[in-house]
Nanobody, 127 residues
Framework: VQLQASGGGLVHSGGSLRLTCAAS????????MGWFRQAPRKEREFVSA????????KYADAVKGRFTISTDNAKNTVYLQMNSLKPEDTAVYYC?????????????????????WGQGTQVTVSS
């Protein structure tokens, strides 16, 4: 499985960006996709996740009400719509996929539970 993250850029505080994570190679019927981010000198942290049909979603407290995760299964793509961006959202954003346990009751929010990762896309929010 290959994941390609894109859509990052430089925006002013209060602006919006939409990140895209496109999956290719081996595909799976059931999976969980997640977004994480890593700011300079900080550990990678959970941002959001959803299951394969988009029915279940999960958000970190820091982004609730501002970010929306969605999926387009026909395109094997997951999106992260980011609104009301703040300087503290500045980070490299990574998408990951869990294919080993996609039917779990609780969407995972730790790095170890994701099996494949994309290369990351830089988001910079200026004040």
């Amino acid at each position: 499985v290959q994941l390609q993250a894109s859509g990052g850029g430089l925006v002013h505080s209060g602006g919006s960006l939409r990140l895209t994570c496109a999956a290719s190679g081996r595909t799976f019927t059931y999976y969980i996709m997640g977004w994480f981010r890593q700011a300079p000198r900080k550990e990678r942290e959970f941002v959001s996740a959803l299951n394969w049909n988009g029915v279940r979603t999960k958000y970190a407290d820091a982004v609730k009400g501002r970010f929306t995760i969605s999926t387009d299964n026909a395109k094997n793509t997951v999106y992260l719509q980011m609104n009301s961006l703040k300087p503290e959202d500045t980070a490299v954003y990574y998408c990951g996929v869990d294919v080993d346990n996609p039917l779990r009751a609780v969407l995972p929010d730790t790095l170890a539970e994701y099996d494949y990762w994309g290369q990351g896309t830089q988001v910079t929010v200026s004040s």
